[in-house]
């Protein structure tokens, strides 16, 4: 008989995860010397994706180790969090490895070579047996979060998870298969508990505790409802970052304490029905006017996927201001546009100098209760005051937009795990109660594997995420590009999370009286806003690392 298999330790996700990190540098340089430092990143548009994504799991292989690392320094580890860590980075390698390989040729690297001498460590941190312990870890703990914080960050996980299993859980079912707007009790309770100004300095109303707090925030409202919580906060952080980045001292007077307190409620429009992803391009235009005797600017043309326009009080609309298309990004500008708030499916609302705007909301399969409309507007007028940044502001939207957007991201990021978490715990109860051929489903070796499968990907996501939001209260322009890898990683673990729970649910997966149906179809639109994923993975974390 031979010896028992030594179990895998953390030293062994360390080497695995430096070697994985050496590899993906080693495709970052080569990446960049092929396309001139990103400059030609679309006469390569595969190998840089699978070198951006490569770079990404690598990234979360990195984060998810240093936080069980991290934990066990502080004393809140667990080996329970030791073996999600070490499963996760074995993963993550292997994924890192496989998604180079088709493009080693042109890379110029044998990955596989790359990681020949942390095989043994590989093979031992990725045996099947401690994924499947994870899994009955798991289901024991009723797939519940118990992601060690220190003791102030705990305490916002707390009472979110509290406000958010009391209020949003036990709506979130009827407002999805109704398709109906989110409660004004929501957004006056979450007013009042502050969680719109989370990042919002406290001078302008707001509790400034960081993006750590504002994503577990996120994240617990998600894991209750994305469409009708989750999301909320995320549209005012957008606008927020904007005036906070750009907007005049009066401005920022002007509304920023009213969207802290949730007396304001924002949509962002920048998405045209011909223009997606190329944010330049955006045609809808802002024409300098004097109308009955205010100066200020008339808004023309129609924009898509305004999530929240209906009840939203402002709608931050990217506009172009300089009508020669050439000039591209540098002609487009941010406006703050006032209009009435409305229920319903569809809007008209009209100024007395004759000006227009109208919006009616898509139909989808998921994320209901925010609503995502398409608007027109039609000499729609705008005071001069309610350009951002005003005069100093007129051609510098686009800047101010994305960096807003960075910030967006990494609460997809947040909002990412919070419905992963929710198909966790849905899936943990399922699996245990669930009986077939005579025992509960999580007594099958599948079960348990694809259960723990689960749980160390989130694992990653979360790490990836909290990383991010830790590196952008130290520095929001050099944290960019690592919120926008937490959305790519954290989106797709949240669709890859929330099928497989389907899929352990058998054919009560496909059924609306479970929760799980509602996860996979809300999980379904997180790689595509905020930056849909072929584009966030060329041309914002592909150009960061070939350029840096």
């Known amino acids: ?78 080996a329970a969090m030791d073996e999600l860590a070490i499963a996760a980075v074995a993963d993550l390698a292997r ?39 994870n899994g009955v870890a798991v289901a024991e703990a009723a797939g519940r979060n118990t992601w060690p914080l220190d003791p102030t960050l705990a305490e916002v996980r707390t009472s979110v998870r509290q406000f958010a299993d009391k209020e949003i859980a036990p709506q979130a079912e009827h407002i999805h298969r109704h398709d109906e707007l989110i409660p004004e009790r929501f957004i006056q309770t979450m007013g009042e508990l502050g969680y719109f100004g989370l990042s919002i300095p406290e001078g302008y109303g707001g509790h400034e505790l960081g993006n750590l707090a504002m994503i577990l925030t996120t994240e617990e409202l998600s894991r209750a409802s994305l469409a009708a919580a989750g999301s909320l906060i995320t549209r005012p952080e957008i606008l927020a970052k904007a005036l906070i980045a750009g907007g005049t001292e009066a401005q920022k007077q002007r509304w920023l304490p009213k969207l802290a307190s949730g007396e304001l409620m924002v949509a962002i429009s920048v998405t045209e029905p011909n223009v997606g992803s190329d944010v330049a391009s955006v045609s809808c235009r802002a024409t300098r006017e004097t109308v009955d005797g205010v100066d200020g600017w008339v808004i023309d043309g129609a924009k898509a996927w305004c999530t929240f326009a209906g009840r939203a009080d402002l709608i931050a609309v990217l506009a172009r201001t ?69 005069a100093a502001g007129e051609g510098r939207g686009f800047y101010l937009q994305m960096a807003g957007f960075a ?81 790519l990683f954290a989106c797709d673990v949240a669709v890859e999370v929330t099928q497989l729970g389907q899929l352990l649910h058998g054919g009560w997966g496909y059924a609306e009286e479970y929760a799980i149906s509602r996860y996979v179809v809300d999980a379904q639109v997180l790689p595509i806003f905020e930056g849909v994923k072929p584009i966030l993975a060329l041309k914002v974390v592909g150009r960061a690392l070939l350029s840096a």
């Open 407 to 487: 910030a967006g991201r990494l609460q997809t990021g947040g909002r990412a795990c919070g419905v992963a978490q929710a198909a966790l715990e849905k899936t943990a109860e399922y699996v245990t109660q669930r009986g077939q051929f005579g025992k509960p489903i999580i007594e099958f070796g599948l079960t348990q594997y694809h259960l723990g499968r689960m749980a160390h990907r989130l694992a990653a996501a979360r790490a990836i995420t909290y990383a991010a939001a830790e590196a952008m209260d130290a520095d929001e322009r050099k944290a960019a590009p690592l919120a926008a890898q937490a959305k």
């Open 1 to 78: 008989m031979s010896p028992p298999a030594a179990p895998a330790t953390l030293d062994d996700a360390r080497v695995i995860a430096d070697a994985t990190r050496r590899l993906t540098d080693a495709a970052i340089a080569s990446a960049s010397a092929l396309t001139a430092g990103g400059d030609n990143i679309d006469l390569h548009q595969v190998l840089v994706d699978r070198v951006a994504y490569a770079a990404t799991e690598a990234r979360a292989a990195t984060e998810v180790l240093a936080a069980a690392e991290a934990a066990r320094a502080a004393g809140r580890g667990s």
């Open 322 to 390: 300089d009508p020669d298309p050439a000039r591209g990004a540098r002609g487009l500008s941010l406006f703050v546009v006032e209009k009435p708030s409305f229920d319903g499916h569809e809007f008209t609302a009209t100024q007395p100098t004759g000006g227009k705007l109208e919006g009616k909301a898509d139909r989808t399969p998921g994320y209901r209760g925010m609503h995502s409309y398409t608007l027109a507007f039609d000499r729609w007028f705008v005071p001069a005051g309610n350009l951002v940044g005003e």
């Open 95 to 133: 994924a890192a490895r496989d998604r180079l390989d088709p493009i080693a040729e042109e890379l110029g690297l044998d990955p596989y070579a790359a990681l020949a001498a942390v095989a043994e460590p590989l093979r031992r941190a990725g045996r099947e047996a401690l994924v499947r312990r």
